[in-house]
């Protein structure tokens, strides 16, 4: 089957609700998030969540194993090698997406709708007061090594990822978790969550609060559908799972084995496809598109909050100059980078979020191309000759540092490429710098997609200009007052529980960071999955990083990898 398109005809923002990258299979998403996304508007939950559907009878049990000739090995290339398995404040792109199959949470997000679902809690969250919710556990969940989930699982998880770094900004509405009986919690919050409170519990995944560290980050378990086997995240490894035969939620496991190839190099990984040992991959290369379709696969491209930035050392002359950091973006031909990179299959950035992401707002500072006016930002700015330094993740991004680099030479603007990989590039970026010390580096290009946590404004605000590891230590811009005025306003509309009211301050968010850009997007991409359409049944790519298995059969099992 040739290269298939996701119909972008159907991504029109829906206003006052929560417009959705859609797939194939879901042009109706909007519509049901719009729905769910004034639940929790008034003192009591006027629409309760749905369970989805439950599993066919004895569809999990463990006795008899799922028939091989059916449904053998489910197999599959990742593009991505970091970061460990650890739930707690797990931000890797291919141990996020993993563990989406091992972990469960309170509430789980449809990565196609991202509509909060109902997972390890029995029913939508129960108002006690302006501050207060309850949220009752299913009964008779167990982990997969037969051990029961207690309140004090969850507890302990709530806790360990409002402690973190990275998740702890995302959870800083919480003031406290605790159990109130043995199947009941409580979240006492900080400020009104409005709709967003489901969403936003549906980050913490549970574990057994007896796991250790070590256990944690080599082979964690959970009482999600399947199970780590075995746990090989470098280049050329391979990450197994086998079924959880004690899950009782919706999605169990459809056959023995799943496996995930870790290939980085995308030739390799295209390869692994058509060579018909993998039945799919992602982050499938445009420009190897007609070689996928020859093989007789299919490539779905889905809209989605994938993009390369530029982010600028705001501590480091002269990019501690807001004229000089815009007039690098206006320097940029980004429907160049669009066409002859992305094969078209991206959108030029006209705000933080996609303009068909819940939320969207068109920021009042767009970055079309005017290399007139990057000349006069420059100038305004007092700088005549401005040499830098750009660090380049060497991934898929790095295909767009040749053009960045002809563009800024254009407007009198020398720059150095320095490729790194994903562990070098922030290693030393990642620590707050001491006062008189500046961080060794100018302008980083990278790819990022904080939509594996969820869609709402405020989360991927708060990702990369929150109180965290970004503002202080890596773009070094929490510092500044816009920072400060930013955060007072990301903290107005997180507490509002009227709808308009919380859109314009999210406007005025929108507005500010797309002025002052200490990191800001170029485009937004596609995200493109290859795979053997005829051979996975239930299987609908999702427009975030990631693969997503859940429901998925293999009706033909591959080659060995």
């Known amino acids: 089957m040739p290269v298939v398109p996701s119909p972008l005809s159907a991504l029109l923002a829906v206003p006052e609700a929560a417009a959705l990258p859609l797939t194939r299979r879901a042009f109706v998403a909007g519509a049901a998030s719009a729905a769910t996304a004034v639940a929790l508007g008034g003192c009591s939950v006027e629409q309760p969540l749905e369970p989805a559907p439950a599993p066919a009878p004895d569809a999990h049990a463990a006795a008899p194993e799922i028939e091989s000739g059916v449904a ?85 998880a709530f806790n360990r990822n409002m402690a973190d770094e990275l998740y702890g900004p995302f959870l800083s509405f919480i003031r406290s978790v605790t159990a109130t009986d043995d199947r009941t919690l409580r979240f006492a919050l900080t400020a009104p969550m409005g709709s967003l409170l489901r969403e936003r519990l549906a980050l913490v995944r549970i574990f057994p609060a007896t796991a250790t560290d070590e256990e944690l980050t080599s082979r964690p378990i959970g009482s999600g559908p399947w199970c780590y086997d075995t746990v090989n995240a470098a280049d050329g490894g391979t990450i197994t799972f086998t079924p959880n035969h004690r899950y009782e939620g919706p999605y169990p496991a459809t056959c023995n084995r799943m496996a995930w190839s870790v290939i980085l190099n995308d030739e390799e990984r295209t390869r692994a496809l058509t060579e018909k040992r993998v039945l799919a991959m992602e982050a499938a290369p445009e420009v190897l598109a007609d070689a996928i379709a020859e093989a007789g696969a299919s490539v779905d491209y889905v809209p989605g909050c ?19 950091r815009q007039a690098l973006l206006y320097a940029l031909d980004v429907d160049s980078m669009i066409g002859q990179v ?36 420059l100038a305004e700015a007092g700088v005549e000759e401005l040499a830098l330094t750009l660090r380049v993740n060497d991934n898929w991004v790095s295909a767009l540092a040749p053009m960045i680099i002809e563009d800024w030479k254009a407007v009198g603007v020398t720059a150095e490429v ?50 965290n590891v970004w503002t202080r230590a890596r773009t070094c811009w929490a510092a500044t007052p816009q920072f400060a005025e930013l955060s007072e306003l990301m903290a107005e509309a997180r507490a509002s529980i009227d709808e308009a009211a919380q859109q314009d301050l999210w406007n005025q968010c929108f507005d500010i960071i797309a002025a002052e850009v200490p990191l800001y997007p170029l485009f937004h991409r596609e995200t493109a999955t290859a795979y053997y359409d005829g051979q996975l049944d239930g299987y609908d790519p999702i427009g975030a990083t990631g693969l997503l298995f859940l429901g998925t059969t293999p009706m033909k099992e591959a080659r060995p990898i």
């Open 72 to 156: 053998g090995t489910l197999t599959a290339a990742v593009a991505y090698e970091d970061g460990t398995p650890n739930p707690i404040g797990c931000a890797s792109g291919l141990f996020l997406a993993a563990n989406w199959h091992v972990f469960e949470g309170l509430y789980e997000l449809d990565m196609h709708t991202y509509r909060a679902e109902l997972g390890l809690a029995a029913a939508d969250p129960v108002q006690i007061d302006d501050l207060a919710f309850e949220v009752t556990l299913r009964e008779g969940t167990v982990f997969s090594d037969d051990s029961p989930l207690t309140v004090d699982d969850v507890v302990n």
């Open 306 to 324: 994938n993009l390369p930035f530029l982010m600028f050392n705001c501590a480091r002359p002269p990019f501690d100059d807001a004229r000089v």
């Open 342 to 377: 992305m094969a078209g299959h991206a959108r030029p950035a006209t705000s933080l979020l996609p303009d068909y992401f819940r939320g969207y707002h068109r920021a009042s500072t767009v970055y079309s191309y005017d290399p007139e006016k990057a000349r006069k930002l």
């Open 418 to 467: 320095v490729p790194l990989d994903a562990a070098a590039l922030f290693e030393d970026i990642s620590t707050p710098p001491e006062a008189a010390t500046l961080l060794p580096f100018d302008v980083v290009l990278s790819p990022g997609d904080p939509s594996c946590f969820g869609n709402d404004p405020d989360l991927i605000m708060s990702w990369w200009y929150g109180d």
